[in-house]
């Protein structure tokens, strides 16, 4: 069975960082793309960054290039979303997600990801 569990969310302020981690189960994981998605309350569910399966390529969202960084480790089966000068505007549940799709290439839509997490809650106030 495939798991994907998120941790790290939280309470952050305006302009503080966040590391939000997904741990993988159940699955070849570095023969996986990773991806990280958000919603915010009545928006849909939005692309953040990938990363390829080997951890040579990464992607992101074009609004939130240079504040974040996905990093994966195979050997602990892992990857991560490392946060920075959090704004209100990033509060939303933030989710892993996994795709076996041949020649990774940071896809942005959901529709492409076969396994997801349940999600970690960040909210970003004072």
């Known amino acids: 069975q495939i798991q994907l569990v998120e941790s790290g969310g939280g309470l952050v302020q305006p302009g503080g960082s966040l590391r939000l981690s997904c741990a993988a189960s159940?699955?070849?994981?570095?023969?996986?793309?990773m991806g990280w998605f958000r919603q915010a309350p009545g928006k849909e569910r939005e692309f953040v960054g990938g990363?390829?399966?080997?951890?040579?390529?990464?992607y992101y969202a074009d609004s939130l290039e240079g504040r974040i960084t996905v990093s994966r480790d195979n050997d602990k089966s892992t990857v991560t979303l490392q946060m920075n000068s959090l704004e209100p505007e990033d509060t939303a549940v933030y989710y892993c997600?996994?795709?076996?799709?041949?020649?990774?290439?940071?896809?942005?839509?959901?529709?492409?990801?076969?396994?997801w997490g349940q999600g970690t809650r960040v909210t970003v106030s004072s």
């Open positions: 997600a996994a795709t076996d799709v041949a020649h990774y290439s940071g896809s942005r839509s959901p529709d492409d990801y076969a396994y």
């Open positions: 990363i390829n399966y080997d951890g040579r390529v990464t």
């Open positions: 159940g699955l070849i994981f570095d023969s996986y793309g």
